[in-house]
């Protein structure tokens, strides 16, 4: 088992229990009435007394949503009616963790539920659920929550003791539970961070208009009392919906999951399906500790580590654009200015140059490409460039050769409408050619790496015909797509995978165990490229993440255009760059336009990356500004664990002249740093405590403007 984890199987009073701790996470369940209810959490690490326990949760489960998770089945709720049939532990999918198994049996439907529970020495656990039909016939599972129940039982108030929790806190003049989230599902607009309180009453999110969502399915409910928090996220890249109860007592219960029109899914007899994950846990302390243990948690559980030797590279990548040899000279070009990889992305395939849009499905190489894609290749291989390619391996246009040989591919809502151009995996023959199609391309074009995309919406799902029902197509896909990228990294495990959906509109938990790297956003554009940045880092780790440079225009008006030259090019430094060109071929490279580019390439391989590939403590001064409120600086730090390196970007978003004082976070107090004012060009050496306690006074007077600071020990 992983260190500072426990699982623990026993009786709670007359109950079956189940206790998981890892490090200051503890929950525990138990079966109580023929329900598995959750009994309490805690941040500390300290298990109740057996006494204690005994008593817990101290409401009924006729009154109050106690059960852990939601299940229905064939238009039953299966939150009652169980039976205990087993606990057992078992090695998790992933090195250095476990998981408890708790295995239920219905007494009614002949259904048995695995909870599973993963630990790996974090304080963030895994839930999902094996489900089995044990019956004869077909069993519809119409929704699923894989973890529900009661985040907080503790009344900030009890009037018989006339005293309070925190008698600082008042509840009459704000709401005791606050909800952190990803506020918008639009296109362009991840990163849109907001706090809500939550009414005494029932607070549902929804995400359903297209299929996916560019605002994650991650959430932090905070006690606004105590100060404690839960931090959870679900691992589903379809639509999905999150739900809070806040009961005047001060309950708070929830439950996650996906959100489709049901049946989710058919379940065959004798078949288990397996539900997504709900990754979820308490966190008491500043916001600073919470990102490293919930980024502690996704590196154990969830993002797979780079292939050996490609830790981490900067990339250039162009659209074919039109026929020629002018994408060779875009690799000239690349490896001139410093990156270290190169992409072909859309335009590379059909029948006819021009037409990538309308042709995808026919992933067969263009006739326009000089000596094809292996000669592009070994032309970037020549230059000692990495070479890449894009790939929307979902998507089907209605004009490629194979939406006309094979139409019955094609997604397709209830009456026949083709739902959007993209392939109904819920087909096995679909499935297949996806899978196929991925690996061939990785192997016939011997790729280093590889970039999936998906820029479909596909609104509610598509159905199709299965055993009298009419199935949605959502899990179906989710189950392919994971299934071929598990295979793709078994077969191939010297190729680093990308994955985008649009940007950032399918960066949930499940599509991230599968990448070693997502796309923040398409919309790289100051302010809201650094601000969308400063928001995904509150979950996912910066070196997970690869921001597009130059990749948009806004309102007619070049990414460029908007900043200064040195602040739009800072931006790359907080993730692994892509460039997109770096402007007219025949422009005179040794101008100040290009001296600076290279400059800040060099920066990012040589200063930044020994802080970016070392898995960085992230600092995040002005977490909550999300994407569009007013807000006059955005201030992001990374430091390597040691203390020993670290720099940090202050970028002003407001109008006029203004001053920020800069305390580091990420020094030791007892050394010495070297510290590089960048604007300046200036080095001076200064004591560890007298930045961090006194601080740094950095001075801006324009908006969409910055500074950046590079912190190094200096040598003794």
């Known amino acids: 088992m992983p260190a500072n984890t426990e699982i623990s ?3 709670s009073g007359a109950r079956q229990a189940a206790r998981y701790v890892s490090d200051g996470a503890v929950h525990e369940e138990a079966l109580d009435h023929g329900r598995w209810i959750g009994l309490y959490w805690s941040a500390s690490g300290q298990a109740q007394r057996e006494n204690v326990t ?30 205990w049939a087993g606990g057992s532990r078992r090695p998790g999918e992933r090195p250095d963790t476990t998981e408890a198994v708790v295995e239920l049996r219905h007494q009614v439907r002949p259904v048995t539920v695995r909870v599973v529970t993963r630990l790996d020495g974090s304080p963030i656990l895994v839930r999902y659920l094996e489900i089995t039909n044990n019956g004869g016939a077909p069993a519809a599972l ?98 999905f919906y999150a739900e809070f109860g806040h009961r005047p007592d001060a309950l708070l219960s929830f439950r996650l999951g996906p959100l489709a029109p049901a049946p989710l899914r058919v379940i065959a007899p004798g078949e288990t399906v397996r539900s997504p994950e709900v990754h979820l846990g308490p966190l008491h302390g500043s916001m600073d500790q919470a990102v490293a243990a919930w980024h502690q948690h996704m590196r154990a559980s969830v993002v797979p580590p780079r292939p050996a030797g490609k830790e981490m590279f900067t990339v250039a990548g162009r659209v074919v654009e039109e026929p020629g040899e002018w994408i060779l000279r875009e690799v000239d070009i690349a490896a001139e200015m410093g990156v270290e990889a190169f992409m072909v992305d859309a335009g590379w395939y059909g029948a006819q140059f021009g037409e ?156 991230l165990a599968r990448f070693h790297y997502a796309a923040v956003s398409d919309w790289s554009v100051m302010p809201y490229s650094i601000r969308a940045i400063n928001a995904m880092t509150l979950f996912i780790p910066p070196e997970a993440l690869c921001y597009y440079h130059n990749h948009v225009n806004w ?8 900043a200064d030259a040195d602040t739009h090019l800072r931006v790359t430094l907080f993730a692994a760059p892509i460039f997109v060109g770096f402007g007219a071929q025949d422009a005179d490279r040794s101008t100040e336009f ?123």
């Open 54 to 83: 005994a008593g817990l949760p101290e409401v009924s489960s006729l009154q109050h949503p106690l059960h852990s998770f939601a299940l229905e089945i064939d238009g039953q709720s299966l939150h009652n009616r169980w039976e």
């Open 555 to 562: 309102m007619g008006t070049q990414a460029h255009q908007l």
């Open 356 to 511: 990538w849009p309308a042709l995808r499905g026919d992933w067969q190489e263009g006739s326009w490409l000089p000596g094809g894609l292996a000669g592009i290749r070994e032309h970037a291989h020549r230059q000692g460039l990495l070479f890449g390619l894009w790939h929307e391996a979902e998507a089907v246009s209605d004009r490629s050769r194979l939406h006309q040989e094979h139409p019955e591919w094609t997604l397709r809502t209830d009456d026949g409408r083709p739902c959007a151009e993209t392939l109904d995996l819920a087909n096995p023959a679909a499935a297949a050619f996806l899978e196929e199609t991925v690996l061939r391309l990785i192997r016939e074009h011997r790729l280093d790496f590889y970039k999936l995309d998906y820029n479909v919406s596909v609104g509610e799902g598509g159905q199709s015909r299965r055993d009298s029902f009419a199935e949605s197509e959502f899990w179906r896909h989710g189950e392919t797509i994971h299934r071929t990228f598990d295979r793709v990294r078994r077969e191939f495990p010297e190729v680093c995978l990308e994955n985008c959906g649009g940007g950032g509109g399918r960066n949930d938990l499940g599509m």
């Open 142 to 239: 119409s929704s699923v929550a894989p973890w529900a129940g009661i985040l907080w039982n503790t009344n900030t108030e009890r009037q018989r003791h006339h005293s309070h929790a925190n008698p600082t806190f008042d509840a009459r003049a704000q709401a005791k539970f606050a909800l952190g989230y990803l506020a918008s599902e639009e296109w362009g607009h991840e990163g849109d961070w907001a706090w809500q309180p939550l009414p005494p009453e029932q607070f549902r999110i929804e995400r359903r208009s297209f299929g996916r969502s560019w605002g994650s399915p991650y959430y932090i409910v905070r006690n606004q009392a105590t100060g404690e928090m839960f931090w959870m996220g679900l691992a589903w890249g379809g639509n």
């Open 594 to 716: 290009y001296r600076r580019t290279r400059r800040y390439i060099a920066l990012h391989k040589g200063f930044c990356r020994a802080v970016l590939a070392s898995h960085p403590v992230v600092y995040h001064h002005t977490p909550d500004i999300g994407l569009f409120a007013p807000a006059e600086w955005c201030v992001l730090e990374y430091g390597t664990a040691d203390r020993q390196r670290g720099y940090a970007g202050i970028f002003k978003l407001g109008s006029g002249e203004g001053e920020y004082l800069f305390r580091p976070r990420g020094l030791d107090l007892a050394r010495q740093y070297q510290v590089t004012l960048d604007n300046e060009g200036q080095t001076f050496r200064a004591a560890g405590s007298e930045l961090a306690l006194r601080g740094l006074p950095v001075r801006l007077d324009a908006a969409l403007t910055s500074q950046l600071l590079l912190f190094e020990a200096a040598q003794e």
């Open 9 to 11: 199987f026993h009786r």
